[in-house]
């Protein structure tokens, strides 16, 4: 089971402050939940979506409920959300997230999520030099159940032999219990010519330019008056 610890953060927090203490600002909002600003540890996070990505299910640990805080007993207790990461911003330079979209989900309810497809195989047609493989798709939508969700899809290209050979939707198998979203006609993949390499053009010999341009000026001209 995915975990991830977080901890809840005002308005009046500084963003900056926040990241230079190796926290990722956040917020948690969807099923059984009001939209709550938090922030999570950077370095978890980062582990965290190598393994779980956008369509697993993470447990996400709250501690400190506002909400109850005029109850003592309760005073610091955690509070457990099922979620999944749904959007990450990052860092147009370095690329490290600066804001992450956690969305709480009702595990007995399907949901509709971007899952990554992950190709396989070698394209026996590119092997051979009979074209060249393009890889069209790189995600696909699917609904499913949390619990049933799957972290990626694979496509084997090793069935794609001749040329104009394409892979679609429809040739995909899901896990049981996976609807596929994406329109079932779509390519997936597919072996395109090769691009024959334009010709150069041959190089100018500007030598023979002037030598040719210096013979016209010897020429007599066509006044019929004889050169000098």
Known sequence: ???????????????IAIRSNGMVPAVIYGAQVENTLISVPS???DKILKVAGESSTIVLEL???????????????????????HDVQKDPVKGFPIHI?????????????T???????????????????????????????PKDLPHNVTVDVSSL????????????KL????????????????????KEEVAESAPVDLASIEVEKKGKKDLPAQTGEAPE
């Open 161 to 172: 032999a001749l040329l104009d050979a394409q892979i679609h939707i429809k040739d995909i």
């Open 175 to 194: 896990p049981a219990g996976v609807k596929m979203i994406t329109d079932l006609n779509e390519v997936v993949a597919l072996i395109a010519p090769i």
């Open 115 to 145: 899952i990554p497809v992950e190709f396989i195989g070698l394209a026996p047609a590119e092997k051979n030099s009979l074209g060249i493989l393009i890889k069209v798709l790189h995600e696909i939508e699917v609904e499913a159940l």
């Open 63 to 85: 501690a400190g409920d506002e909400s109850k805080k005029d109850l003592p007993a309760q005073a610091g207790a955690v509070k457990k959300f099922d979620v999944l990461i």
């Open 1 to 15: 089971m995915n975990k991830l610890t977080a901890i809840k953060r005002s308005k009046a927090d500084k963003l």
């Open 43 to 45: 370095i978890d996070f």
């Open 101 to 113: 979209d956690f969305l709480a989900i009702d595990m007995n309810k399907t949901v509709e999520v």
